[in-house]
């Protein structure tokens, strides 16, 4: 069976200042890593994702996340935030051979001016 | 543009009543998937289909019903017997099933309400 973790339910963090938001999860097998952002009342958008090779990932907009098997952890960083990064984010799982995603409870980040 | 749209954006659903969820993609995806998202609970999968005329239940596919006769469309039917239908329905498409690679697209969601 799969499970992941995300223990900060919410987040506040001032902006330009750095923002670490955890995640980790369990599993019996290999797993993809994903990190999702939902904007208010919006679907899901993939962020980034970690499916093999350099264990460090980057996204577009400057948030990295780093796969930590002996920890089995996938935490998702960014140095300077936002305004415009105020949303839930989801961490998931696919096991290897998987059909489908197991998602995390969420982090909501509020970035405060 | 290449998407995936859900209607309505808002549903209410008298007691009794069973409803229908709309969920379309233009995006040539083989797999479509619903989910379930409740505050402080993530999202929870309720049915896929990895191919037309074929389809899988999720974790919490009790009270809901799906179809999938065409590779656009994955309409999802919440039926009385949910009895707390209340949440915010997603629906979601992925390329093909290959092994849990593939990331899923989101549509914009349909948030059902009881009246």
């Known amino acids: 069976a799969q499970s992941v973790t995300q223990l900060d339910s919410q987040v506040p963090v001032f902006e330009e200042a750095p923002v670490e938001l955890r995640c980790n999860y369990s599993s019996s097998v290999s797993v993809y890593l994903f990190w999702y952002v939902q904007y208010p009342n919006q679907g899901l958008q993939l962020l980034l994702k970690y499916l093999s090779g350099s264990t460090l990932v980057k996204s577009i907009n400057g948030f990295e996340a780093e796969f930590n098997k002996s920890q089995t952890s996938f935490h998702l960083r960014k140095p300077s935030v936002h305004i415009s990064d105020t949303a839930e984010y989801f961490c998931?799982?696919?096991?290897?051979?998987?059909?489908?995603?197991?998602f995390g409870t969420g982090t909501r980040l509020t970035v405060i001016p | 543009d290449g998407g995936i749209t859900q209607s309505p954006k808002y549903l209410f659903r008298k007691e009794g009543q069973n409803v229908t969820l709309s969920c379309e993609q233009n995006l040539n995806h083989d797999a479509m998937y619903w989910y379930r998202q409740d505050p402080g609970q993530g999202l929870r999968l309720i049915y896929y289909s990895q191919i037309v005329n074929d389809f899988q239940k999720g974790d919490i596919a009790e009270g809901y019903s799906v179809s999938r006769e065409k590779k656009e469309s994955f309409p999802l039917t919440v039926t009385s017997a949910q009895k707390n239908p209340t949440a915010f329905y997603l629906c979601?498409?992925?390329?093909?099933?290959?092994?849990?690679?593939?990331?899923?697209?989101f549509g914009p969601g349909t948030r059902l309400l009881v009246l």
């Open positions: 998931a799982v696919s096991p290897t051979g998987a059909n489908n995603l197991f």
């Open positions: 979601a498409s992925s390329p093909r099933k290959a092994g849990g690679r593939e990331t899923q697209y």
